[in-house]
């Protein structure tokens, strides 16, 4: 039995030899000639995963940002190739605008989507802290949607794409009554 150790890719050369208990008597061969075999373990690409925001503030209704804190990727395997990094608000939420770090690009994208490309570290870096501005009035969950592909980036299985969705609970306040005058 021959067991790999997880994430664990490349190959060995493995020397067998079967031996008889029944000893050598009445002129008896107890071994099998050695033999040798290549073994190779190819890789094979592991998806990238999400830790979600560890800390949220300002979610609440009328509030005018809510911020995300501690939102992380991690890949075992994407060995300084890029990813491709989409985060979706919805309810006509909208992301506030930020400067990236260096080596990040944004592509595409629009008030409610935020797509960015780039090397874990980088992507990582932006991920740590956002803020996004809420719907008017707007209370209850507000979903993101938050997908990652690490583009194929090492191993067979092609491109491999994570996508997880990060809910925010919004919590109503109690608007003071209004009126128009007729």
């Known amino acids: 039995r021959f067991t790999v ?11 067998v030899q079967a031996v008889d208990t029944g000893g050598i008597a009445n002129g008896g061969i107890d071994r099998s000639p050695v033999d040798r075999f290549l073994l190779r373990v190819e890789a094979v690409n592991d998806p990238p995963s999400w830790t979600l925001a560890n800390a949220i503030s300002g979610n609440i209704e009328d509030s005018p940002i809510v911020s995300l804190k501690g939102m992380r990727l991690s890949d075992p395997d994407v060995d300084g190739q890029p990813l491709d990094v989409t985060l979706e608000l919805d309810s006509e939420a909208t992301w506030l605008e930020r400067s990236l770090p260096d080596g990040l690009q944004r592509v595409g994208g629009s ?8 090397p874990l570290d980088r992507l990582n870096q932006a991920l740590d802290e956002l803020s996004f501005r809420t719907a008017t009035n707007f209370f209850g969950t507000q979903n993101i949607r938050l997908t990652v592909s ?3 980036s090492s191993g067979k299985g092609g491109a491999q794409v994570s996508s997880v969705p990060l809910l925010v609970s919004v919590t109503p306040v109690n608007d003071a009554p209004s009126f128009n005058a007729l």
Do not use: K
């Open 5 to 15: 150790a997880t994430n664990v890719s490349g190959e060995t050369w493995v020397t």
């Open 111 to 118: 008030e409610g989507v935020l797509r960015w490309w780039g």
């Open 150 to 152: 690490d583009l194929g």
